[in-house]
């Protein structure tokens, strides 16, 4: 019998559910309610699949320019990886290995404490403030090896202005520090344009939520090019050819129907304000959203109670059995009907 000493034993980071009911309202993992763009899908079909027989480009290739023009930068500033989480994960490979602890947020995404402890890199999880917003000072005058943050901030939905972004940066000159705005296109004010002037800054972008590409698996990284270089080193070293053909055709198709995209997000941040509105008047106190999800407390009836009944109605949110967060809900602003739903499902569980 295999030996388990053998083993890697590692808590893995634990993904929302991926539940499958037809009449199902599924607002636990901020993907986006609307299908991708016309051009997206235009692009999916025509895609030609005879060129699957050849390797496709090491670097995302068309992708990587397109991102590159669309955010007027080159292409040496841009690393294309399978979803962020990928980009992230390289990046922490890459880029905290100087032996001193990296911090970021004890509240945040938790995959972050899962790769540190994956790739043995140290840590400290930096507390919030009593209200969970996050406070640059913690991350300045501190000895560290790197920070993390993601801005907005998840599970909390919070932003952080880019000047107290910008105060971290210039802080730490000799420590790398990554911004994942995974959900910076709902409200967050990107510090994309400081990588020009900060050589120890990356910003971290996908295409999972404000692209409704989640399925199709693309992040990106943007900051200067010798760090670029150092995390495509990496990445060369555990595998090539990460970026296959339909991802980077029907990626570039994504980048190129900015009016939908506007679109679609005007749409999220318009139901967003309305969910915030009819929990209000069932008694949720709710922090102010810069992404496409909210997090939420009822004043009486515990989170963990509610998220079990909208579970046997199918309908499903998101709830994190952790200190600090256990009596929070984190729901993903659907449609305006899957908002209806719920609000109403919500109005029978309160009563
Ligand atoms: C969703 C999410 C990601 C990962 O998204 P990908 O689908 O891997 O691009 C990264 N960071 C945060 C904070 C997220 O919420």
Redesign the pocket.
Known sequence: MVNRDNFRKIDPYVPGDQPDFADMVKLNT?ENPYPPAPAVIEAAERFSAGRLKLYPPTDGGALRRDLAAYHGVAPENVFVGV????V?SVIFQSCFNSGRKLFFPEIS?S?YEVWAELYKVPYFKVPLKADFTIDADDYIGKENGGIVI?NPN?PTSMAMPAADIERIVAANPENIVVI?E??VDFGGESVLELTRKYDNLIV?R????SRSM?GL???YAIAQSELISAINDVKNSINSYTMNFPSIEVGKASIAEEEYFRTTIARILKTRERLVSELSKLGFVTFPSSANFIFTTHKTVPAKEIFEKLREKHIFVRFFNKPLIDNYLRITVGTDEEVDKLVAALKVIIK
Do not use: C, E, W
């Open positions: 901020n979803g962020s989480d990928d992230l995404y995959f993601a998840a994942d995974a959900y971290v996908t295409f999972s939520k989640a698996r693309i992040g």
